[in-house]
């Protein structure tokens, strides 16, 4: 969690200082990734620990929440309307998602309702009694 509050506020730095450009190489596409990341880093952990979803509820609804509010930050407040932002956002999601499950050990329990690690023990449990 401590790492994740360092990125967390290290993207916040670099983020806010980006300018509106619509190249793939522009600070604007930096800005959206940061954002993207600080979604990410900040909504996970209210599906995963506040609503207690497992791994993979929370993984999707927080990229669809990144997602959305992607697509209203580009249709509702921007003048203009960009794909590249929103792929830049979206990017930015997937990174703060691996980075927190990544640093969490959220990755190792991907089971549909299923904790794998304790499937795994239960296993070899009964292998060693046979």
């Given at each position: ?10 993207l ?7 300018f ?58 921007d ?52």
């Open positions: 969690m401590k790492k994740s509050l360092i990125v967390l506020a290290a916040i730095l670099i983020t806010s200082t980006c509106a450009e619509d190249s793939w190489d522009g600070n604007d596409k930096f800005a959206h990734v940061g954002g993207g990341t600080i979604i990410s880093l900040l909504v996970y952990p209210a599906f995963r620990y506040g609503y207690e979803m497992p791994v993979w509820k929370a993984a999707l609804s927080t990229l669809v929440v990144g997602a959305t509010l992607n697509i209203f930050k580009e249709s509702v407040m003048d203009t309307f960009s794909g590249k932002d929103i792929a830049a956002g979206t990017l930015g999601n997937v990174m703060g998602l691996t980075l927190f499950m990544t640093c969490n050990g959220d990755y190792k329990n991907w089971g549909f309702g299923v904790d794998r690690q304790a499937k795994v023990k239960e296993f070899k449990i009964t292998a060693k009694e046979d």
